[in-house]
């Protein structure tokens, strides 16, 4: 009965290539987040969709393109992948109808080589 | 810009020996002031959500208090399972949801 799920946990992969990230939340939710947690354990917002829409994109290079297909969904996609891309991804979610506070996923490890 | 200052960086206590972490905020007006304990290779786990100076809430050894300048988490008595680190975080009113997080301060209670 995970709420919030993250798939893979581990992603390691070579400079140049394109990967993707995949979160579900079962929590009926209709806001989700990515932020990425850097090696000095720093959480930075990188997006939100409010359902199916976006939201919040904060001067993310474009590279990376999240997607929503539903309000339970939001995949990340990372296009030519740099060394400064290495960092911890999560996925959040969140009920605008509610109290705000944000439940977050276990975490992508992403490893860029 | 809204911004949150998380101090100290790292707390190491003995088990029993009770303190506070303190979080310092600017915001253009707060909707509210979370408090997060991440452990070790997992997301951060939701604990408190303050919304107003004067506020108060407990959890266990826990317990956050919320000013117009800066929060506090009390850890009463600790033990090594709350060994963790503790993120404050803070939502502004008007539209967007985005936490704005402190760099987080690990602490350590040894047995």
């Known amino acids: 009965d995970t709420a919030v799920s993250q798939t893979p946990k581990y992603l390691v992969t070579q400079m140049g290539n394109d990967k993707s990230i995949k979160c579900e939340q079962n929590?009926?939710?209709?806001?989700m987040y990515w932020y990425k947690q850097d090696s000095k354990k720093f959480l930075k917002i990188m997006f939100s969709?409010?359902?199916?829409?976006?939201?919040i994109n904060e001067t993310v290079p474009n590279r990376f393109s999240p997607k929503s297909p539903d309000k339970a969904h939001l995949n990340l996609h990372i296009n030519s992948l740099e060394l400064g891309d290495s960092a911890v991804y999560f996925c959040?979610?969140?009920?605008?109808?509610?109290?705000?506070?944000?439940?977050f996923g276990p975490g992508t490890r992403l490893t860029v080589t | 810009e809204d911004q949150v200052t998380q101090s100290p960086e790292a707390l190491r206590l003995q088990e029993g020996e009770s303190s506070s972490l303190n979080c310092s905020y600017t915001v253009s007006g707060l909707r509210g002031l979370f408090w997060y304990r991440q452990d070790p290779g997992k997301g951060p786990e939701f604990l408190f959500t303050?919304?107003?100076a004067g506020e108060e809430k407990e959890k266990e050894r826990l317990k956050a208090t919320l000013t117009k300048k800066e929060s506090f988490l009390h850890i009463t008595a600790p033990k090594p399972e709350d060994s963790a680190t503790y993120l404050c975080?803070?939502?502004?009113?008007?539209?967007?949801?985005?936490?704005?997080f402190g760099k987080g301060m690990k602490l350590t209670v040894n047995p």
């Open positions: 959040a979610s969140s009920s605008t109808r509610a109290s705000y506070e944000q439940y």
């Open positions: 969709y409010n359902n199916k829409e976006l939201i």
């Open positions: 303050l919304y107003s």
């Open positions: 929590l009926g939710h209709d806001t």
């Open positions: 975080a803070v939502q502004a009113r008007g539209g967007s949801e985005k936490l704005v």
